[in-house]
C-alpha cells in the first residue's frame, strides 16, 4: 500500500489540471497526471517533478479508463482524490469567433453531433471516470471527488434574468455543466453512508486553452479546486463551491 495520498487528475497535463498537481504534489501527495496523449502527460509530469506520475487515460474511451483504473490498483493500491477536471467547450467552432459560433449554437440551431461530442467529453465520460475509479476510492481511508464544473451551469443563476452570463446558456458546454452538476449530486447520494465527499467546483473565469478569454489565472483558478480535494473528513458532501462566490446554488 502506497503510504503518500493519492490522487487522480483528468486532464492534467495543462491549464488549470497542471496547476492543481502542482500544488497537492506540493501538499504531499503522490498525483496520477490523467492525459489522452500519454507523451503530454509525461511531459507534465516531468515539469512537476518528483510526486507526479504520468497516466494514459482518455475519459471517451473505456479501454482506457479500465487500463487506468487497473494500473492504479496494481501500482498504488488505492484512490484517495479524484479530480474530474477534463473538459471540452466545442468541437465546432474552429475559426469562427465567439459571436459566430454563439449564433449557431441555440437550441433552435445547434448541431446535435456538437451537442453530443461535448456532452460525452463532460458529463458521460466523467460518470465513466467515476465507476471505474468508485471501487479505488472505496479501498482508501479517506476519500474524495471534486468535479470539475462551472457557473454557468447553475439553473438557478440562469433563471435570473439579471445574471450576467444567461444569454450564453446552451445546449451545448453550459448545459454539459448543469448535467454535471446533476451527476455530483447523485454521486454524493450514493456514496453518503461511506464517508467519501463528492462536491462540484466552479474555477470561476480562468484563462486557458479551454477558454483564451479568462480574466483569471490558473493559479487563481486553481485554488477552489485544491481547497475542496484537501478537505478533512468533517467537510461537505453534495455541494457546488466557488471562491469567489462561495456555494452557489443548483
Known sequence: MHNNRVALITGANQGIGLQVAKELVANGLTVLV????FERGEAAAKEIGPGAIALQLD???QASITAAAERIRKELGRLDVLIQNAAISNTGMGSMSAQEYAKLTLPSNVSLDEVRA????????VLAVYQAMVPLLREAPQASIVNVSSGVGSLTSNADPSYAFRSYFRPGYP????ALNAMTLAMAIELE?????????SPGFT???LNAEGTQTVEEGASEV???ALLGPDGPTGT???????????
Do not use: Y
Not at 457546488?240 to 443548483?250: C, K, L, V
Open 59 to 61: 475519459v471517451t474511451d
Open 207 to 209: 484563462k486557458t486553452a
Open 175 to 178: 448545459a454539459s455543466k448543469t
Open 34 to 37: 490523467g492525459s489522452r496523449n
Open 118 to 125: 461535448v456532452w460525452e467529453t463532460n458529463v458521460f465520460g
Open 193 to 201: 453512508s461511506t464517508g467519501i465527499k463528492v462536491n462540484a467546483v
Open 240 to 250: 457546488f463551491m466557488s471562491a469567489t462566490f462561495g456555494t452557489i446554488p443548483w
Open 226 to 228: 485544491v481547497r475542496v
